[in-house]
């Protein structure tokens, strides 16, 4: 199979008529859940939990099996196999990138730069970190099953020796304004996962891209809108819509299927960032009436922004000093506000859990 030869941007034949009340609708949820981040003191705090999210179901997509859970236990010492260790340093990675990036945006602009900076991170110290992380490929790749030669491959990417001109045109084009912001967002990231210009890692950092660029044309005052829970939900019909683009040039389809994502992805954030906004506020008035204490509104940033961890962890992110924090989390804990997730034992400290902000951000009764 011969390398793929890239669309120019924007491309031809999008039906935009047959589009007309998708963009409309997507446009009008993604404004309904930007208007809850506008009313957020610390969105970053607030919404940590959603971030984890985002990073585990994005890890996902392409392999790996730790979940949410795992993730934050491990981060509060927890040890699980080498397979399962290996699989949670990449989503922790994954979640690096993703601060790394909303930090860098309010500074300076999405380029190539910054793209190569995110795998970079992507891809420390983990598996394909020998795939020359943070550099953009100068060999030719392909994608298809295990073991495949590019003759048998399902798709073959453009060539190496072009590809530079290709990126170039891509960043030109992020640069650009199109008909619509989330229609140039569609392009933006299924032109980036046909270019496949990293060995690995791509499609994880084009999924990265998504809010990335939407907080670039103003449609997100902060870059926290994750669209992976819905592509892990509908796979099979992400990776078709992306392959008929390749095959048939059908654009119309594959942003009609983005669109759909947007707005129903938006639907769904918007619930359960109501629903963590109400716990904030009501955890402020039940963590400040149990504790009688004059740290409780730490106490409760702590929790919302890693709600499992060790005692010690909790008291150094609360600015707490632990002798005050360890009665302080008991009481929590006796009120059935955290659930012990393992005991202490010797020199182990005990795993403690916030278990009502795990459920809501997962959707389902997890613990």
Known sequence: MQPYEPTPLPPSGINIAQLVTLVGEANAALARYDGLLHG???PAVMLSPLTNQEAVLSSKIEGTQATVEEVLEHEAGQEYDAHKEADIQEILNYRQALTLAADTLRERPLRLGLVKALHKTLMDSVRG???EPGEFRKTQNWIGPYGCTQETATFVPPNPLQLPDHLEAWARYLESDDVDPLLQTAIVHAQFEILHPFKDGNGRIGRLLIPLFLYSKGRLST???YLSAYLEANRPEYYARLAAITRDNDWTGWTAFFLHAIAEQAKTNIVRVQAILALYERMKTQVRDITRSQHSAQIVD??????????GDFAIRAH???PTAHPLLKQLQEAGLLKQLREGAGRRPAILAFPELL???EGRAVL
């Open 302 to 311: 702590a929790l919302f922004d890693r709600p499992i961890f060790r005692i």
């Open 223 to 225: 870059p926290m809108f």
């Open 320 to 322: 707490i000093p632990k």
């Open 129 to 131: 970190q020998d795939k």
């Open 359 to 361: 459920n809501i951000a």
């Open 40 to 42: 957020m003191v610390n």
